[in-house]
């Protein structure tokens, strides 16, 4: 098992920062960022990809920043200019294990994949960390 342990959650308004913090204990092929919303699929928000690669959701581009601390094994994710409409549960996750392709951020059907064609998903998942976005 990789425990994966989340922090930094919180309410902030419009326009307000926060940071999130994911420490590993453990191997991770990947990791990323997921949210979600009452009543609303979960979604890709940003990963590191096996190639160190940052991947974000359009929505969050320019916004958002995704980093890790390899030494410490910590994922990090800095929110500015949050919006209202980033009100989530946010979830770290990794996937231990992979292969010979680059790790991608996909959820359908409930289910959240670093490569669908594959059928592979993400495997670790920390408990989650409220983020409240006030207008």
């Known amino acids: 098992q990789v425990p994966l342990v989340e922090s930094g959650g919180g309410s902030v308004q419009a326009g307000g920062s926060l940071r999130l913090s994911c420490v590993a204990t453990g191997y991770t092929f990947c990791m990323g960022w997921f949210r979600q919303a009452p009543g609303k699929e979960r979604e890709g928000v940003a990963i590191i990809d096996n190639e160190g690669n940052p991947k974000y959701v359009s929505s969050v581009e320019g916004r958002f920043t995704i980093s890790k601390d390899k030494a410490a094994n910590t994922l990090y994710l800095q929110m500015n200019n949050l919006k209202p409409e980033d009100t989530a549960m946010y979830y770290c996750?990794?996937?231990?294990?992979?292969?010979?392709?680059?790790?991608?951020?996909?959820?359908?059907?409930?289910?959240?994949?670093?490569?669908?064609?594959?059928?592979?998903?993400?495997?670790?998942w920390g408990q989650g960390t409220q983020v409240t976005v006030s207008s």
């Open positions: 996750a990794a996937l231990v294990g992979g292969g010979n392709w680059v790790c991608d951020m996909n959820c359908s059907g409930g289910d959240c994949y670093a490569n669908i064609p594959l059928g592979v998903r993400y495997n670790r």
